[in-house]
């Protein structure tokens, strides 16, 4: 009997063992998936790499997608990843640099003339290794960059010039230097505000105006506010989507290959999809009074004059950003 009992003690200890060094495949995984926007690029983006994920793991990663601030207001959905309470995000750039000053290299004016040129710089194989590096150390990790839109200002007030813009108070995607400095520059007071904080303010006129995309001004009916939305000149709005880390070590290799080529497949609507939305957005914004405005080549190139020495000084303040900065401008000129 005292055999059996040792027998039977020695099995389960074994079973045991087994168990706890099953690889981490064998479980269930939940993939929680965060965006202050809905019905835009990251939505879909989300959507087909949630059919990727879910099809080759064969629902053993369940991915739950969270649109229009679902799971709180941008920073608490920034903190989530880095502790990894969410498994990813994807927001205006700026929110992230208090975590990776890093960053905020992709919020630079003048960096990237056109989207298509950001996006062919940022899926450079050299580009992207950089970029996976940002946030090492802080719980989190650049999944895809996000290049979203051109950055739009829209206001109250109809900005034909640069002079138009001199006294507005207007709401930027962050509060670090390269998000505040070159508006300062041109006359602006920045107040950084969240995106779901935003259309409150502006409707009240707490704010005479606010810079995001095209996309979630439509899908959040800000032409019943205000009417002028103004191209900035060559400055882009990035949403990257990132990835907690701890997420990607618990789900082991086999898994974290698949995540991470599915988001590489999901990546590709961030060009063509990308660029017929945001065309289709400013048609749905016209056909509800809205006005859709470029600035002359004479006042893009003074908007430009302006902002680019304050770019070049906040970037040159820290070695790693000068280093990231300098390395995105030469792959501008390869790619051009």
């Known amino acids: 009997m005292k055999a059996t009992a040792l027998l039977f003690s020695g099995a389960m200890l074994t079973v045991g063992t087994l168990l706890a060094t099953a690889p981490a495949t064998a479980q269930q995984f939940t993939m929680k998936l965060s965006s202050p926007t809905i019905n835009d690029v990251v939505h879909e983006y989300y959507k087909h790499m949630k059919a990727g994920i879910e099809q080759r793991t064969a629902g053993k990663i369940k991915v739950e997608i969270y649109p229009a601030n679902q799971l709180g207001q941008i920073p608490a959905t920034v903190e989530g990843v880095a502790l990894g309470t969410i498994e990813a995000t994807s927001v205006a750039n700026g929110f992230y640099i208090s975590l990776e000053p890093r960053f905020q290299v992709l919020d630079a004016p003048g960096l990237f003339p056109d989207l298509m040129t950001g996006y062919k710089v940022l899926r450079d194989p050299a580009i992207r290794a950089r970029l996976a590096t940002w946030g090492e150390n802080k719980g989190i990790e650049l999944l895809a960059p996000g290049l979203y839109s051109p950055l739009m200002l829209l206001t109250h007030k109809e900005i034909r010039t640069v002079a138009d813009l001199q006294g507005q108070k207007i709401r930027t995607q962050g509060g670090a230097p390269i998000q505040v400095e070159p508006f300062k520059k041109l006359g602006i007071i920045p107040v950084s505000l969240p995106l779901g904080e935003a259309l409150p303010a502006l409707q009240n006129k707490t704010i005479d105006g606010m810079v995001a995309a095209a996309a979630p ?30 997420f990607m070590k618990a789900i082991g290799p086999d898994f974290e290959k698949i995540v991470r080529e599915e988001s590489a497949k999901a990546e590709e609507l961030f060009a063509d999809w990308n660029l017929n939305d945001i065309k289709a957005k400013e048609e749905i914004w016209k056909k509800n009074g809205g006005e859709v405005n470029t600035l002359s080549a004479e006042e893009s190139k003074r908007y430009v004059d302006i902002v680019a020495p304050v770019t070049a000084t906040i970037m040159a303040a820290n070695p790693k950003v000068k280093e990231d900065y300098e390395a995105l401008l030469a792959a501008v000129k390869k790619w051009k």
């Open 217 to 246: 001004y439509v899908a959040f009916k800000y032409y019943d506010i205000a009417k002028p939305m103004t191209y900035l000149p060559a400055t882009m709005f990035a949403a990257p989507v990132v990835v907690s880390r701890t």
